[in-house]
């Protein structure tokens, strides 16, 4: 059970929402700012996170609890890495908590890294806050949907969504997808983008594409186009975090980011 909840049931009840409205979405964005890895452990990235307050991007690498979290600044300068010490899928930042957390494989606990006010991770030794959440992927990188405080993975299999609450880890809702070609999608990545009636992306490798989808419906609001050179891959190296789709070169070890917003 996660730590502190009953302090924290009035904060996460109050919270305001500050999603972007679909109108001001860059559909067809071009290749930005790149976030090189300088660790060599592991091959797949599993995600992005951002720190708004801090300005601090962190990026983990899936497979084994000695890959590694690499920590960078606004710019993608390297600042920072530590091994995980768990084996890792999604990560995320909680401004809730002011915590890096993530989940890890297949058992999909959920565990905390504390952080300086700098930025930095402050103990690299991951704290469980919730113990096997009920998630059918075993690959699943899971996101924080943080204006309504709530768990989402993508469910390949019967192509849905799944909405998780954050309290118990109890599944909320199952909402299914109208995807015409689901077979190209990125089988365990689903992202929370902040976006209004676009809360969800979804990555389809083949036609270098992010649906963006409502969280209230699953109906596909917009679709973005990614260049024709974007490297997609078919499970993790995506990612989204500060206003960008991310996209991860595993032979590079870079993540290049695609402004939408």
Request: charged share 20%; proline share 4%; hydrophobic share 40%.
């Amino acid at each position: 059970m996660r730590f502190a909840f009953l302090l924290l049931l009035t904060v996460l009840g109050n919270q305001v929402s500050g999603q972007v409205s679909l109108k001001k979405i860059n559909l067809k964005p071009v290749a930005g700012m790149q976030i090189k890895l300088t660790s060599t452990g592991g091959k797949n990235a599993c995600s992005v996170a951002w720190d708004p307050v801090s300005k601090t991007y962190y990026s983990a690498i899936a497979g084994n609890e000695e890959f590694p979290i690499d920590v960078f600044d606004s710019t993608g300068a390297f600042r920072q890495t530590i091994p995980a010490g768990v084996d890792l899928r999604g990560l995320w930042y909680n401004p809730e908590f002011d915590l890096l957390e993530g989940n890890t494989y297949e058992m999909h606990d959920v565990v905390s890294y504390e952080i300086s006010d700098n930025g930095l991770v402050a103990d690299a030794t991951p704290q469980v806050e919730m113990y096997e959440l009920p998630v059918a992927e075993p690959q699943a990188t899971i996101a924080l949907n943080t204006d309504e405080a709530l768990y989402v993975y993508y469910d390949a299999e019967s192509n849905k969504f799944v909405e998780l609450e954050t309290i118990e880890g109890e599944v909320i809702r199952e909402q299914e997808l109208s995807f015409p070609d689901a077979e190209n999608l990125n089988f365990t990545t689903v992202v929370y983008t902040g976006i209004e009636k676009g809360e969800y992306g979804f990555l389809n490798t083949e036609k270098k594409q992010v649906y963006l989808v409502d969280a209230s419906n699953g109906s596909t609001t917009a679709t973005i186009q990614l260049p024709e050179t974007a490297i997609t891959e078919d499970a993790f190296n995506f990612s989204f975090a500060n206003g960008k789709i991310w996209l991860f070169d595993a032979d590079a070890r870079t993540w290049t980011a695609y402004d939408i917003y």
